[in-house]
């Protein structure tokens, strides 16, 4: 909330906001400017709907992934207990509470990714527990999340097959095949009928601006860059490596590749939300890598798991990736204008403004980043905004006799026509 309130998050406030507001009504937001199915399949940021009609704010999204995030914490808890005493279970999901990735999922801007952890651990618990109804409710969710989790859902669902079908459980042998199978068709679905009925008439955003087009091989020795192989060990560090001890590891290679073969940095930087895709079943593997090691010796397990716990406190508190207090600052004069000229401002209006002063006016269907034709007010907020943003937005104000100011300080301008 802090971070929200000092102007420090980001478009995804904004854009999110804006999407859901028109949940019924085009799904729309002016930053990717076409309904969201264009871009994910998120039918369950449906359920935000009417209480983003009720509040008609942001802080709705903040709260939302909050929760989201906490509540991947039970389901680790469940997975350790079934296999460990109650003191070395708790220190699991300490660890897992403190595992900075998670934190950044859950501090940054909000995101459909913000309930794949909960979702996708505890459907785990459910598959581990072999626990029917469960499974099949968590795998629906996780299906609506994003149209990403149907990929990995599908290893999931082989994966499963292979295993049950071992150990001759016909039963769970067969739900994971359906799972499989189901996520395949989720994803067919997205592609070849959500999309078209979108009006979407450009390739699919994931793969053209992540990964250049659909062809992995040129990609493939980028894993091998320092910026990536850091992003593995921040990864593995917390978990002291221990979650390399469980076959479950396997599960979270389709989510790391999907963000370590990415061109875009964002997607393999931790604090942001793509790690989603990968982390419960980091998690989950660190649960029964934890029990691997209190089989061999409760001792080493012991230290090995109160060392994961300090490693875990010193990163959150002196080495954050998640750059908690670089994301909040006082009140500012210049803030307190913003709030009451937000306040003020009618719905309808149109504005333009950069991301920091966006994720404030995400229940203005007309507010936006990159304005197509002139709108009715420009908000050029110097001390958060991209210089280049800025440069060219007064460039455009000075060249249109139309616009006048109507508020300014040093470090903020507002613009109406």
């Known amino acids: 909330m802090l971070r929200y309130r000092s102007y420090h998050a980001g478009c995804d406030e904004g854009l999110f906001l804006q999407s859901i507001s028109s949940a019924f009504h085009g799904f729309h937001n002016t930053p990717e400017g076409a309904s969201h199915f264009a871009y994910h399949f998120s039918p369950i940021l449906y359920v935000l709907a009417f209480p983003?009609?009720?509040w008609k704010s942001a802080v709705v999204l903040i709260v939302a992934q909050a929760v989201a995030g906490s509540l991947t914490i039970p389901p680790i808890y469940r997975i350790a207990r079934g296999r460990l005493p109650t003191l070395p279970s708790a220190l699991v999901t300490v660890v897992a509470?403190?595992?900075?990735?998670l934190g950044g999922v859950s501090f940054t801007d909000f995101s459909e990714n913000a309930f794949a952890p909960a979702a996708v651990a505890w459907l785990l618990w459910a598959i581990d527990a072999r626990k029917m109804v469960p499974a099949i409710v968590s795998a629906l969710?996780?299906?609506?999340?994003?149209?990403?989790q149907a990929i990995t859902l599908a290893l999931v669902g082989f994966a499963g097959g292979a295993y049950f079908y071992q150990r001759k459980d016909r039963k769970w042998a067969l739900y994971s095949l359906s799972l499989a199978c189901i996520s395949i068709l989720v994803f067919a679905f997205y592609l070849k009928v959500v999309r078209p009925a979108a009006g979407v008439w450009y390739g699919y955003p994931s793969f053209r601006d992540f990964y250049g087009g659909v062809n992995p091989i040129p990609l493939i020795p980028s894993l091998f860059t320092a910026?990536?192989?850091?992003?593995?060990?921040?990864?593995?560090l917390p978990l002291l490596g221990i979650c390399l001890l469980s076959r479950c590891m396997i599960l979270a290679i389709p989510g790391l590749l999907e963000c370590l073969l990415s061109k875009v940095p964002v997607a393999y930087t931790i604090g942001e939300h793509y790690p989603a895709i990968w982390v419960p079943y980091v998690l989950v593997a660190f649960a029964i890598g934890a029990s691997v090691v209190w089989r061999r010796s409760s001792r080493a397990a012991y230290e090995a798991l109160a060392l994961a716990v300090a490693v875990g406190l010193y990163i959150n508190i002196l080495a954050s990736p998640n750059q908690w207090s670089g994301s909040i600052s006082p009140e500012t004069s210049d803030q307190n204008m913003l709030d009451r000229f937000e306040a003020r401002l009618p719905v309808a209006a149109s504005v333009t403004s950069f991301c920091w002063v966006y994720a404030h006016l995400?229940?203005?269907?007309?507010?936006?980043?990159y304005a197509q034709s002139p709108t009715r007010f420009v908000i050029i907020y110097s001390g958060r905004d991209s210089p280049d943003w800025v440069s060219k937005e007064r460039v455009y104000v000075a060249g249109s006799r139309k616009y006048h100011t109507i508020e300014k300080t040093d470090g903020l301008e507002i613009y109406e026509r």
């Open 141 to 148: 969710v996780c299906l609506s999340i994003k149209e990403d």
């Open 97 to 101: 509470a403190l595992y900075p990735p």
């Open 52 to 54: 983003v009609w009720i």
């Open 227 to 236: 910026p990536k192989l850091a992003y593995l060990l921040t990864a593995l």
């Open 362 to 369: 995400g229940m203005h269907p007309n507010a936006t980043v």
